[in-house]
């Protein structure tokens, strides 16, 4: 099993991390690189991949960067395979013109970033499920939660030969310009750390984190400000985001707006505050351990404070999620608000207007997609 890193799923965030992992290191400190291997799902990406020169281009819109990463960038170096299953017989010919791709591989992957929207994340690493084992570490870059449990059931039932999950929180602002270029338009650290079963266990999350070649690549790369969170740490990280996301993004879809704008609407205003009634209490049970401070920090009151911060913060931005019904695509609403209903339930607590902002958005994805269809 080699020390090279995977990274399935190419949007804004799989990108933005390639990029890093190729571009800018601290090479007095980690040398050499270790090869980054990019998973492509359709044939398209390659003729794309073709066209952007085998690089992915940086763009930045500030100048506050650190000394190491230059004010646009190139990089180049990567490794490329394309999943066999996305491939039919009659489009061989055209991949044996590019003789660096790889088709199909079984080489066993010990560190796999999974950057894929959370809906698709079963499916995208079903094809490769066989390469992955006890010894494989898997960091899920994503919104919502709820999907290493759904990997678990699906994927890996045997806990003795169940890869090592990770969680990555990126606060960057990153939006899509080209398919293999992306602006950076805003900063924001990396927050990396174990999650699920082996994050329980001190013994068994200290383990996993010593040696890592992936974390220590992540932590390495200046453009990221990476950092690496205690199991503790990084499920309050998940919990906060979860909140946030499960009002702003919601909302902004109802509303239509970005999310600045809904600092403006008393309408919104109000919902706000019926949401978080439920989050609150639901966020703090999900940190049953939590200490007074941690406590205080998932109160009502600062949990409002956060979503107008970030709201305020990125007030130019047009939420994924609104992104993402106008389109008529399907969102990540069941890994978000979804999971905070199932999790309230458990706990016994009220989940009405979740339920019903869940509902609204299903809805809503539908008559999209619907009408995108037609247009077709």
Known sequence: MDRGI????????????????????????VHPLPPVTLFFHKLSLLRHWESAGRSISYIPEFDTLPSE????????????????DAITGAQLGEIERHPDVTVGSDAP??????????????SAIAPIM???????????LQNGMGVTDEISE???????????????ICSAGIYHRAPFTFVHAGTGPLSVGVVGARSQDPKLARLAMEGNTMVDQLLN?????????????????????????????????IFGCKNGQLVEIAEASDMVGQLLQE??????GMLPKADDLVKREFSDKTLTEVVWEVARKTANNTSSMLQDVRQGRPTEIDYINGYLVSYGKKL?????YHADIHKRIKQLESEHANQSSQEV
């Open 279 to 284: 989050a609150g209490p639901i966020a703090r």
């Open 6 to 29: 995977h990274v399935l799923g190419l949007g804004n965030l799989g990108k933005y991390v390639a990029y890093a992992l190729r571009h800018g290191h601290r090479t007095d400190i």
């Open 221 to 253: 790369a200046p453009l990221l400000d990476a950092r690496l969170l205690s199991p503790e740490q990084i499920l309050q990280a998940q919990v906060r985001k979860l909140v946030v996301n499960a009002i702003i993004n919601p909302l902004t879809v």
């Open 348 to 352: 016994g607590l009220p989940t009405s």
């Open 69 to 84: 990463v230059k004010k646009h960038g190139r990089a180049t170096g990567f490794r490329v395979e394309l999943l066999s």
């Open 109 to 122: 992957i010990k560190y796999l970033i999974v950057a894929t929207k959370t809906i698709a994340t079963t």
């Open 130 to 140: 066989h390469r992955l084992n006890k010894d494989s570490h898997i960091i899920f």
């Open 154 to 168: 699906k994927l890996f039932p045997d806990p003795e030969n169940r890869p090592t999950y990770w969680a990555a």
